[in-house]
C-alpha cells in the first residue's frame, strides 16, 4: 500500500507486509456463500490491546451519520462536470452506462460484450470494536455491487486513513484489527484485496473499491420497475439509531431514552445493528436474478426516502414508489420517537450504514424471494411498500405500519 509512511513503527512493517505479501492475496472461498454473516466474538475490551479502558475508536473522528454526507443537491452541483449517462443498449452487442448518481459506474471495456463495474467508499468509524468496523466497512463497499444484482467481485482495494491523534501503540494494536475485519469480509465474498493506500490524517477512516468485470446477462441496470411491482427490503432499519443508543450509556444524553428503553436492551439492540451492518447482501443479488428483479439499491447514509427517491428517478417508465411498512431493529423506533427530530426514522430520513437492498420485484415473485433469503442466510426480509403510476418520485405513508425486529424476544437469542 502506497501512501504516507508511519515511520519505523510495527505498524508500517505489518501494512506493507499485508499489502505485498499473502495475508491480502489469500484465495477467495470455493463457497459463494459460505463464512457469511459475522463472527461469534466477544463485545470489544481494549484492556485485552492492553489499551486504556475508556478507549473508543468512535472519537477519531468529529462526524458521523448523517453529519458526513454532502447534501445531494450539493454532489450534483460540484459533480456537474462529469458524465452522467444512463443508458441501455440499443443494439447487438452495445453495453448499458450508469454513471454518477447510483451505486456504481458501468464501463463499457475493450473487449466486446464486457463491463468493468466499480464502485468506491470511505468511512469513518461508526463501532468502538475496530476488527467489527473494518467488516462493516468491506461490507458497504461490497453493497454497491451486489445492488446491481452482481454475484462475482474481481478485485478490491482498501484505503486506510491512520488517525494522526493516536498513539502508537494504539495505531499498532487497532490498525491491523480493522485490516484483518476487511479481509475476512472480503475473503467471505469470494473476492480479494490486491492493494490499496495509506496515509496519515487527523481522522480515522477506512475505505475501499470493488471492481468486477462482467458479461451483460450477470448484473441489472436499475430502471425498469413496472406498475404493480412491489419493494423489498432485506435487512431492518435502525442501525444509526442503535449505535447511538449505545454509546450514550452512562451520559447525560440516557436521560432522554431510558424511560423507553433499558441498558441490557441497548446493548443488544447494539450487537443487532453490528450483526446487520456486518453481513453483505451477497445472496440477495444471486436472487435478484432468479426472481427477475427489476432494479435495486442499497440503504446507506441517505436513508430509505432518500435511496428510495433516487431509484424511483432512474426509472426509464413514470413510476413512482410507495413505502407502507418500516421494519426496524426493536426499540430503535421507540428510541427515535424519544429524541424528536434527531433522526427522522419514521420519515425513512435516518442514516443508516451497510443497509439492506430496495429490490423492485415482480408482486408475484416477492414473497418467493423473501422465504428464500431466509432459507439460505437464516435472516427476515419484508415486503415494504409498491411501485404504482407517477412522477419518479417516493414517499412514506402517513402512518406507516412497524415492524419490531425481531417480533419477540428470546433469550440468549440475537434475533
Known sequence: MAGAMLGNSG???QLQASALGSPLESEAADDPIAGEGTKERPDFDPTKLELAPAFKLTRFADLKGKGCRVPPALVESVLGGFS???????GEGEVGKVGVGMDCTITPIRLGGLSMISTTDMFYPVVEDPYMMGRIACSSILSDLYAMGVQEIDNMLMFLGVSSKMTEKERDKVMPLMIEGFKDTAKEAGTKISGGQTVLNPWLMIGGVATS???QEEYII????????????TKPLGTGVAMNCYQWLGSERWSRIKLVIGEE???KGYRRALDTMARTNRSSAILMHKYNAHGATDI???????????????????????????????????VAKACGNMFSLLQGQAS?????LLICLPR??????CKDIERMEGYQSWIIGIVEKGSRTARIIDKPRVIEVPSKEKEDELW
Do not use: W
Open 11 to 13: 505498524l508500517a512493517r
Open 265 to 267: 436492551e441497548a446493548r
Open 300 to 334: 446507506t447514509g441517505l436513508g430509505l426516502l432518500g435511496h428510495a427517491m433516487a431509484l424511483a428517478k432512474n426509472q426509464q417508465n413514470e413510476v413512482s414508489f410507495v413505502i407502507h411498512n418500516l421494519p426496524v431493529i426493536a426499540k430503535m423506533a421507540a
Open 213 to 215: 468485470i462482467c458479461q
Open 84 to 90: 452522467n449517462e444512463n443508458t441501455r443498449p440499443s
Open 364 to 369: 408475484e415473485q416477492a414473497a418467493a424471494y
Open 352 to 356: 443508516e450504514t451497510s443497509g439492506g
Open 222 to 233: 436499475p430502471d425498469t420497475a413496472v406498475v404493480g411491482d412491489v419493494l423489498v427490503l
